[in-house]
């Protein structure tokens, strides 16, 4: 609706989309296009459609002081009651419009043709595979295309060539489906006929050059290699030079040039008015307005109805409002005074030690990862693999896979929507209560991917193994709270696919895949790098801890208390043990 992200997919019970929007998932609309072209799923035609789009409706979006509002009807456009702006929401849309900048400033310094388009279409044939496997009983039927794909240095010619053959090949699919849905073989035609569409508009001329190859000798191999290596804020120089160059050859070939010429123009125009437009959005924003200065230390949110800052605030250094601090620091709203205002409270997580949040989710430790760098030897650092560490020593102990953060769980509300709460692990949070229930959520796993790869990935095969992974990726949660699990069953799967999980995801991958893409991007803006020193500070040798922490277990009791014999065959263990 109105190319806002939607809250959520919830397939089963069977609600559909929730027409509903945060700030949150408005960006994380805007940078699931920046993976996708990243990943060479989309092209840079269609990713500027689409950020277009987004931007325009964000425009017609009432706002408060610069702020986007809690939440938003995507039909009408309106927002919801009560009328809120969150902290955590504004930090979250800023920083990416930051990096939706600095993205569009180097989309100006690469080719118009996205290369990595052929590594995303083999990714999409190969699932397209699967499915005609399973439903039509054919085999690797584009197992030919995808080799050819692998293996070879495409030109601009030859590129256009292998998209025609594909798309034949998806149409002769299509009239011997027998009536199956095959969603992945309509999704490799979409991308197929959008990738050639982009190049008929840009590249008018191709098949005219083709044709004449043998005519037109070198000016043929100068044009070929035009839109797959040229930059494109230098291709309007270049164009210039050769359209002089086929005077002596074909009139048509240069009005076809002309028309190209025309069409990257338009192309590097809407980059400026979309820089524009996400600066403007940024500095609009006035984080003073959700800061306590009296306490150093911003609100949970502005309340505007009220006209009330609430009485909650976030006072932790390892919390989900980390990257609104940095920001508004960066951006020089607040003064860098607060970051140190922040709790550094530490306890022991696995074999080390880190910093505590609130609830003790993945969402609060690796959230702002996602485009701020981790430095080596770091507080942060440190807190990020203890609390993976940590993690999986309590999915092990309960026996299931780890990953636990906030979620939907298998509860309901009166329309049978999934409800939506923190989960955490206690002892990493100081939230009381988080013993008693215990759901684990992929999307927690895809994020620790930037932490620990290989963990992360054996993870993932393992939640596939249990059935957590549907059309649109992983489903939402899986829930093992006994009170809440029909009889008979271990566990309940969550079907519902949140937007705002699905795009940290992809955020996260594409970092795992292009070696930290979105932080490098994010930290090669000047005034983050003036601001990034903050994210560098030392682990200290002292352990603060806020309060003691014990593990309750809510299910089992004892009537006596058993003396356990222990003994020790060797003083080489993970941690320190004694018999007292």
């Not at 199956?180 to 309509?186: A, F, P, T």
């Not at 076809?256 to 400026?272: F, G, H, M, W």
Request: hydrophobic share 35%; glycine share 6%; charged share 25%.
């Amino acid at each position: 609706d109105n190319w806002l992200a939607p809250d959520n997919y919830q397939e089963d019970p069977a609600n559909g989309v929730a027409r509903r929007t945060s700030p949150t998932n408005i960006a994380m609309g805007l940078t699931s296009n920046l993976t996708a072209y990243d990943l060479g799923y989309i092209g840079l035609e269609e990713n500027l459609q689409r950020l277009n789009n987004i931007l325009n409706s964000m425009d017609k979006l009432k706002k408060y002081k610069g702020h986007f509002y809690n939440w938003y009807d995507t039909e009408t456009m309106n927002t919801l009651n009560p009328e809120y702006i969150s902290t955590v929401d504004s930090g979250n849309l800023v920083g990416y419009l930051w990096l939706i900048s600095e993205n569009l400033d180097e989309y100006k310094k690469t080719p118009l043709i996205n290369k990595n388009m052929m590594k995303g279409i083999c990714d999409t044939l190969s699932l397209a595979n699967e499915e005609i496997d399973k439903e039509l009983g054919v085999k690797n039927i584009y197992g030919d295309i995808i080799q050819k794909i692998s293996n070879t240095n495409f030109d601009l010619v030859s590129w256009k060539k292998v998209l025609s053959e594909i798309f034949s090949k998806v149409v002769d699919i299509e009239k011997s489906q027998r009536n199956k849905e095959l969603y992945w073989n309509s999704k490799v035609k979409s991308t197929v006929a959008k990738a050639l569409g982009e190049m008929q508009r840009n590249f008018p001329w191709i098949d005219l050059v083709e044709k004449n190859r043998d005519e037109i000798g070198e000016l043929y191999r100068k044009l070929n290699s035009l839109a797959l290596q040229i930059p494109l804020n230098s291709f309007i120089k270049e164009m210039d030079k050769l359209s002089i160059e086929c005077k002596k050859y074909n009139n048509d070939l240069q009005q076809l040039l002309n028309n190209s010429r025309v069409a990257v123009e338009k192309v590097l125009i809407i980059i400026e008015e979309l820089k524009q437009i996400v600066t403007r959005m940024a500095r609009d924003t006035d984080f003073t307005m959700v800061y306590d200065k009296k306490r150093g230390l911003f609100a949970i949110g502005y309340d505007v109805e009220k006209d009330s800052l609430g009485k909650s605030y976030y006072d932790l250094l390892a919390s989900e409002a980390r990257q609104a601090s940095f920001v508004a620091i960066a951006k020089g709203d607040i003064d860098q005074k607060h970051w140190f205002k922040l709790g550094r409270a530490m306890t022991i997580m696995g074999r080390s030690k880190g910093l505590v949040s609130w609830s003790g989710t993945m969402f609060e430790y690796l959230m702002p990862l996602l485009i701020m760098k981790s430095y080596p030897d770091t507080l942060l650092d440190a807190t990020y693999k203890s609390v993976v560490e940590g993690q999986k020593k309590y999915c092990r102990s309960k026996k299931v896979p780890w990953g636990v953060s906030e979620s939907a769980f298998r509860s309901f509300d009166v329309s049978m929507n999934y409800q939506y709460k923190a989960f955490g692990i206690p002892g990493i949070g100081l939230k009381r209560g988080l013993v008693s229930e215990l759901v684990v959520s992929p999307y927690s796993t895809v994020m620790a991917l930037q932490v620990d790869a290989q963990g992360s990935i054996s993870n993932m095969e393992r939640l596939i193994e249990e059935g957590l992974e549907g059309r649109y990726g992983f489903y939402e949660a899986v829930d093992y709270t006994k009170d809440r699990i029909p009889k008979g069953n271990k566990s309940s799967i969550v079907k519902c696919f949140m937007v705002h999980h699905e795009g940290m995801s992809l955020m996260a991958l594409d970092n795992v895949l292009k070696d930290n893409i979105l932080q490098k991007r994010f930290h090669n803006i000047s005034k983050v790098k003036a601001t990034e020193l903050l994210l560098q500070e030392k682990v200290p040798s002292r352990i603060v801890y806020e309060r003691e922490h014990r593990f309750e277990v809510s299910d089992m009791s004892y009537d006596k208390q058993n003396i356990i014999f222990r003994k020790f065959n060797t003083a080489n263990t993970e941690m320190p043990e004694t018999h007292l």
